[in-house]
């Protein structure tokens, strides 16, 4: 039976949706994609203009759905190393330009009180495209730095051009990271990590994909001792780092080794990770 709504029913609906309160839709506009809070929810009606235009709604450049434990979703779930799992509002068209990829990002963290409120920022969309050329990976960390004080999650993923001093300085003021994804970027080394270790108390998660340095899990547990999420997917570790993760991690810990094409002997490893007591989750295919 199909129902049917008369045009009072039907205007009565309109206008329920149009006197929601401004922090019911914020609430509404931060579970869905930044592509639709900038393109489509802002020209509904009046009452949802006035609520896009909330700094609440561009704390994160990932819909809230995403961070729903699973670990933070392995923070943010699509591994593959030549995927972004945000959804990018600007389809490419600002990579090419130093520019335009620079200031769409500076529009994107003004709406949140130029930064302030931002919590989780992913530069991918907005990396020009390197090449020959020279990137805008420093000039949108030296933003970051300088504007995004409460960032709790971020992402290097495709970023490529950016300075150590850039990254560090990034690290060094936002004091309260929690998750950081290095997934198709070089900036995974020792010298960033340390300093991560020491600036970010709150360090929870680190997600990698591609290249690990070998012998590089005793170096994660000397630097974290509060790691509680590690997503190697995709990465070259080998049987000898999986084997130290699972012996020296004694804290629980939630560990994503999906598609790992290193590891040869990894269903002994875990094996034996379940027979200790250290609580270790293991996402493996």
């Known amino acids: 039976m199909i129902k049917t709504f008369t045009k009072n029913q039907e205007n009565l609906m309109e206008q329920e949706w149009d006197s929601l309160p401004n922090a019911a839709l914020v609430n509404i506009f931060c579970k869905i994609s930044i592509k639709d809070r900038i393109f489509s929810t802002p020209f509904v009606c009046k009452s949802w203009f006035q609520a896009s ?47 335009s990829g620079f200031n769409a990002f500076k529009e994107v963290c003004g709406r949140a009180k130029d930064g302030v409120f931002i919590t989780s920022v992913y530069v991918a969309p907005f990396v020009s495209c390197g090449g020959g050329t020279q990137g805008n990976d420093d000039a949108i960390l030296d933003f970051i730095a300088q504007n995004c004080p409460n960032l709790k999650h971020l992402s290097f993923h495709g970023s490529s051009n950016a300075s150590e001093e850039a990254i560090l300085k990034v690290i060094q003021n936002c004091t309260k990271l929690e998750l950081v994804d290095f997934s198709n970027s070089p900036y995974f080394c020792y010298s960033v990590l340390e300093k991560l270790s020491i600036s ?41 780092d999986l084997l130290t993760l699972v012996n020296v991690f004694k804290r629980p810990l939630y560990l994503d080794i999906r598609h790992c094409s290193h590891l040869l002997y990894y269903m002994h490893i875990i094996k034996v990770a379940s027979s200790c007591a250290n609580n270790i989750e293991i996402i493996y295919d």
């Open 53 to 99: 235009k909330h700094p609440g709604c561009w704390s994160s450049m990932v819909s809230e759905s995403y961070f729903k434990n699973s670990s933070d979703y392995s923070f943010v779930k699509d591994s593959h190393p030549f995927q972004c799992s945000f959804i990018d509002p600007f389809e490419g068209k600002y990579r090419g330009s130093f520019i």
């Open 200 to 240: 970010c108390p709150n360090l929870r998660g680190i997600r990698r994909n591609g290249y690990v340095e070998p012998s590089f899990a005793s170096a994660l547990n000397e630097l974290f001792p509060c790691l509680q999420l590690l997503n190697l997917s995709n990465s070259t570790i080998s049987d000898k």
